[in-house]
């Protein structure tokens, strides 16, 4: 058995069995007092992936399970997609976009101590190692940049220790280490972010605002106080390479800074910036990533909100692109919801297969970037549950206003559509119209 089949046996016996973790499990009782979560467990469990949050009142869809002193918190979710894009550099594609987590966490006297993974098939599902985005761009597929499609995340999304201590009633120290992680850098990062759970596609700003989301070598030191809470990465700046089956250790060149502020349990709000060398395979550009974000959750009416800038300098072109981004998803009733995104952004590197066609682009116009704006909106309809899984049953559009140099290349009015499976694990409820 070569290596790739029993990383690839490993990774889908972890995700089948997240997936279909069931929520009453039944185990030997430990003696009385060990399960009770203290203070730093309660903390660490709270975390959506790496050291990001979303608002503390958001339902997070989880297992949780006991074992031997353990608190564990199972998680996953997978889209079954079908895309379809009109215009000249449109394309259609089935794909299956896909992530599973376990998280063991107990505590260790007033402190506690979480370990976590999390992984994902998509090296598998997405085929051709992309899926159809228009607009969008970032990382490679066999040596050339990818235009116009996004990335697979990589079968190791997170492998993590993280600790975290009282240091008195108001303050809590965490430290957080991963091989593959998260850094403290952007919005929690769309897979995971409450306000986008019911879109499959990756957003257009995906790498100005959260794609430390999966990054190596990170290292993150935390205080909070009341409802403020400040970090310091430090990690591998560079993105993750073709090879999806992985870890790409390398020495921690790059930093960033977080502030995140929790005024109430339905608001968060971030602001973030951050220093990467030489982070995309065909750039020699160090980057200079600055983030702000404000969300929103009330459980009552089903509702979050995200609206989230994020702006990206590069080191030698000495310029800077931004993206703009504002997400909601609405409970209409118990089993159907709406979901709605904006993007804008300022697209640089659309034409990199061919450099002498964006050297004339450049001369011809006087612009690196172009604005190119997407409106999506879509719909979700919940099925009955099975178990511990909650399938669902969804589509969405999305329509394109872009700057005009760019319709000779994408067409006048471009448009994508997506009809997609999900199945979320999430503890067993009774079905109510």
Request: hydrophobic share 40%; proline share 6%.
């Amino acid at each position: 058995m070569t290596m790739t089949t029993l990383h690839s046996a490993l990774l889908v016996l972890a995700f089948t069995t997240a997936l279909f973790a069931q929520h009453d499990h039944h185990h030997q009782q430990p003696p009385p007092g060990t399960y009770a979560p203290n203070k730093s467990t309660s903390y660490l469990l709270s975390f959506s992936s790496g050291t990001s949050l979303n608002p503390a009142s958001w339902p997070m869809p989880m297992v949780m399970t006991k074992a031997a002193g353990w608190h564990l918190m199972w998680m996953g979710q997978a889209f079954l997609v079908s895309t379809q894009q009109s215009g000249s550099r449109g394309s259609d594609k089935l794909y299956s976009a896909n992530w599973g987590m376990l998280a063991a966490a107990r505590n260790i006297g007033k402190g506690s101590l979480m370990l976590r993974g999390m992984v994902s098939l998509d090296p598998v599902t997405v085929r051709g190692k992309r899926y159809p985005l228009l607009f969008q761009t970032g990382e490679t597929a066999d040596g050339a940049p990818i235009v116009d499609g996004q990335h697979p995340h990589d079968a190791i999304m997170e492998l993590s220790i993280h600790y975290a201590r009282p240091l008195s009633i108001h303050s809590v120290l965490n430290v957080y280490y991963a091989p593959a992680g998260d850094a403290a850098l952007g919005p929690v990062a769309f897979p995971h972010r409450a306000s986008a759970m019911e879109l499959p596609q990756a957003t257009l700003g995906h790498h100005w605002q959260d794609a430390t989301h999966i990054t190596n070598n990170v290292l993150t030191l935390g205080l909070t106080y009341r409802t403020v809470r400040f970090e310091a990465s430090s990690f591998r700046g560079k993105e993750p390479n073709e090879n999806r089956w992985n870890i790409d250790m390398g020495g921690m060149d790059s930093w960033s800074g977080r502030l995140t502020w929790q005024p109430s349990p339905n608001w968060l709000a971030q602001v973030s910036a951050g220093h990467l060398r030489r982070p995309e395979t065909f750039h020699l550009d160090n980057v200079l990533r600055t983030t702000a974000s404000l969300h929103y959750t009330t459980p009552a009416a089903g509702w979050s909100t995200s609206v989230i800038w994020s702006r990206n300098r590069k080191s030698i072109g000495r310029y800077a692109t931004n993206s703009f981004l504002a997400e909601t998803v609405r409970t209409l009733t118990r089993n159907n919801l709406i979901t709605a995104r904006y993007e804008w952004s300022q697209r640089d590197e659309l034409f990199e297969y061919d450099h002498n066609l964006a050297h004339e682009l450049l001369l011809r116009t006087g612009k690196r970037a172009f604005d190119v704006n997407a409106f999506t909106i879509g719909y979700t309809r919940q099925l009955r549950p099975a178990g511990a899984v909650r399938p669902a049953a969804g589509m969405n559009f999305t329509a394109y206003a872009f700057a005009g140099p760019l319709k000779p290349f994408y067409g006048a009015r471009p448009t994508s559509v997506s009809l997609f499976l999900r199945f979320r694990l999430h503890p067993g409820e009774e079905n109510h119209n």
